[in-house]
């Protein structure tokens, strides 16, 4: 009779857990990346265009 060896079973499924682990880990950071170049971006796109209401507002442009 033959005996299977479990440890190389085992190390073999701890190592796909990792690497799914890692994978999953670095799909996150990119996502929060993403999010937070969008956000950025946004934010400066508001305090730009909020800039120039305001600069408008105080040269009485307003009608």
């Given at each position: 009779?033959?005996?299977q ?5 085992q ?19 990119c ?33």
């Open positions: 009779m033959l005996k060896s479990p440890s190389r079973n190390r073999s499924k701890g190592f796909k857990v990792k690497h799914a682990l890692q994978m999953f880990l670095l799909l996150a950071i996502i929060w990346l993403l999010y937070q170049l969008k956000h950025s971006h946004d934010k400066k796109a508001y305090e730009e265009s909020s800039a120039k209401i305001s600069g408008k507002m105080q040269n009485g442009h307003e009608k």
